[in-house]
């Protein structure tokens, strides 16, 4: 499926049944010298991780877990924009697999840093390692989580989280899906190397679920107006002062 979709990464891809992490399986082999786009996927995980220490639930069969080693051509301070890319990425194939056509608008939202949601629930979180040598990017290991089959969550998801299946999504096929979205990186990746985020912000703003919305992130409160040309979120305060923020978990309010 990669050769007849002319992916340009996903060389080799490595299957397992079950591992503790597909992020810690795609770190060990880029530091054993992994290529570019050499891709883990595991059918379960006893340890997915989420980002700030969460657990991923990774239960058998019925979703998608995916690390990609990525050898990109960048300086370390283009990482946090290239993991807004990688959204862009999930979300561009979530759109496809969703029959969202051009003329209805995007479906799949991406919420910064790098979460995917579909009405109003996550679908896919990405979870972006780096190790560096030198001061410079050596490797990254882009772990991607996305809900394929589950047609339930655990009670204390069971509000917040969403899978293709649920949202009607047909002909769901896990290593077809994994094939697309390794031809979708490959591609975007190039393009983020050569341009950065400028050809990419356009999309951003028209998936930003966060627009206008009340947030809380990084101890200020305030109005979530955009994402920079820099993968920085900006947040207005009451006071009118503009925020630049580079990392942190967005909380909103409300229902
Ligand atoms: C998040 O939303 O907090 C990120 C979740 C990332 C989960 C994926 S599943 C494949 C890869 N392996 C892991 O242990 N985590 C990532």
């Given amino acids: 499926e990669l050769e007849r979709l002319g992916a340009s990464i996903g060389r080799p891809v490595v299957v397992a049944p079950v591992t503790a992490s597909t992020n810690d399986d795609a770190r060990r082999a880029a530091s054993g010298g992994a290529p570019h786009g050499a891709s883990f996927l595991a059918d379960a ?18 979703n998608l877990y995916l690390s990609v080693v990525l050898r990109p051509k960048l300086a370390p301070q283009a990482l946090p924009p290239l993991a807004l890319v990688l ?3 999930v979300a561009r194939v979530v759109d496809e697999l969703l029959g969202a056509s051009k003329a209805s608008g995007p479906r799949a939202g991406v919420k ?20 560096l040598r030198g001061g410079a990017i050596d490797a990254v290991v882009a772990g991607i989580g996305l809900n394929v089959h589950a047609s339930s969550f655990p009670e204390e998801l069971a ?6 299946h649920v949202l009607g999504g047909r002909g769901l096929d896990r290593s077809s899906i994994a ?10 990746v190039r393009v983020f190397e050569a341009n950065g985020l400028d050809p990419f912000l356009a999309e951003l703003d028209h998936r930003d679920v966060l627009r206008g919305v009340p947030i809380d992130v990084s101890g200020i409160s305030g109005t979530a107006a955009g994402i920079d040309r ?15 923020i580079g990392s942190g978990s967005v909380t909103t309010h409300g229902p």
């Fill in 230 to 244: 820099e993968g920085y979120l900006r947040v207005i305060t009451s006071d009118g002062a503009t925020h630049r």
């Fill in 179 to 188: 094939a697309r979205l390794l031809v979708e990186i490959g591609r975007t």
């Fill in 159 to 164: 509000s917040r989280a969403t899978s293709l």
């Fill in 45 to 62: 995980q006893t340890q997915g991780r989420g980002r700030s220490g969460h657990a991923w639930h990774s239960p058998a069969g019925e």
């Fill in 87 to 89: 959204g862009v990425c």
């Fill in 112 to 131: 910064w840093p790098n979460d995917v949601l579909v009405d109003g629930k996550k679908l896919a979180g990405l979870l972006v390692e780096t190790a």
